[in-house]
């Protein structure tokens, strides 16, 4: 499959996984993937450019497993399988949705490095990869938080010296993922890219 073809499915993939996700009223998810969509056709939109294969192929990897395991949250299946309070079909999507991040976050980087002043080597959009998705599990965890609060769970100290400490693992699911994927798709990214010369991030079409 060509560079071009592979684009609109990454871009294609992108939509449906933000469709679903505002169906099933998962803003965070929706969110990420509104991101991939952007830094993906910018650079094809503006510059008739598109990203390396590589980042193609997890985006369009990560959009279809989202897609898949949105669709059996909202059947219920699975649902009995539970990680304190978190099912963990939640658990594994959590770690997919930081595959997508840490995989926008390199998209990102790249296009900053090409369209910018910024000046990034492979080592430092592989470092900036891995704080852009601890930056968006860290604003998950936030509106978790909110959730919480809304939905009238323990929240407060004194909520929480009554009841336990319930809620804690719903608010740290996603950050505790996001810290192990984060850095394990650092170590693979660094093998993986290591042979591709920095101009060959970013390729026309």
Request: charged fraction near 10%; charge should be neutral; proline fraction near 3%.
């Amino acid at each position: 499959m060509n560079s071009n073809r592979l684009m609109m499915l990454y871009l294609g993939m992108a939509v449906v996984a933000v469709l679903v996700a505002l169906v099933k009223f998962d803003w965070m998810v929706a969110i990420a993937e509104a991101m991939a969509f952007i830094v993906g056709y910018y650079p094809v939109h503006r510059h008739r450019e598109c990203h390396h294969r590589s980042f193609l192929l997890v985006g369009i990897a990560s959009s279809v497993l989202l897609i898949l395991l949105s669709l059996v949250i909202m059947s219920g299946a699975l649902s009995e399988y539970l990680w304190g309070p978190v099912q963990w079909i939640v658990i594994i999507q959590l770690m997919v949705l930081s595959v997508l991040t840490f995989n926008v976050g390199m998209m990102f980087s790249v296009l900053l490095d090409a369209y910018t002043e910024s000046q990034f080597s492979r080592r430092w959009m592989l470092v900036f990869a891995m704080v852009f998705t601890f930056a968006f599990s860290a604003f998950y965890a936030f509106m978790a938080g909110f959730a919480i609060w809304a939905d009238g769970l323990p929240f407060t100290n004194e909520e929480i010296a009554i009841h336990g400490r319930v809620t804690h693992p719903i608010l740290m699911a996603d950050p505790g993922c996001a810290s192990v994927v984060g850095i394990l798709c650092a170590v693979v990214g660094r093998r993986l890219i290591k042979p591709v010369e920095k101009e060959e991030l970013l390729g026309g079409i």
